[in-house]
């Protein structure tokens, strides 16, 4: 089991950058395939980022490639989402998933996740 805990979310202007962090619970941290969704108010969970175990192999959605970054750290229990040029339309609630099915890596569907955090909202002003 594992209890994942975001931060680093915030009110941010067009164009600026936020950090996301993710810390996960537990001594296994790097058995689980991590990820990022996102939620906007009236809209479905969107898929971001995903990272393998080892953090050398990464998937991000069409709509932040380029602008998004995610990393881990397995030595500190810690999976992040560098966010830069962010964007009105990147507002939404983000959520750090993880997955002890290493098959299900990179998956962009909500159903392959085990584990989910509460979220950390994101807010981009025009």
């Known amino acids: 089991q594992v209890q994942l805990v975001e931060s680093g979310g915030g009110l941010v202007q067009t164009g600026g950058s936020l950090r996301l962090s993710c810390a996960a619970s537990g001594r296994t941290f790097s058995s689980y395939a991590m990820g990022w969704f996102r939620q906007a108010p009236g809209k479905e969970r969107e898929f971001v980022a995903a990272?393998?175990?080892?953090?050398?192999?990464?998937h991000y959605a069409d709509s932040v490639k380029g602008r998004f970054t995610i990393s881990r750290d397995n030595a500190k229990n810690t999976v992040y989402l560098q966010m830069n040029s962010l964007k009105p339309e990147d507002s939404a609630v983000y959520l750090c998933?993880?997955?002890?099915?290493?098959?299900?890596?990179?998956?962009?569907?909500?159903?392959?996740?085990?584990?989910w955090g509460q979220g950390t909202q994101v807010t981009v002003s025009s």
């Open positions: 990272v393998n175990l080892r953090g050398d192999n990464k």
């Open positions: 998933v993880g997955t002890r099915n290493f098959r299900r890596a990179y998956s962009t569907q909500t159903s392959a996740y085990e584990y």
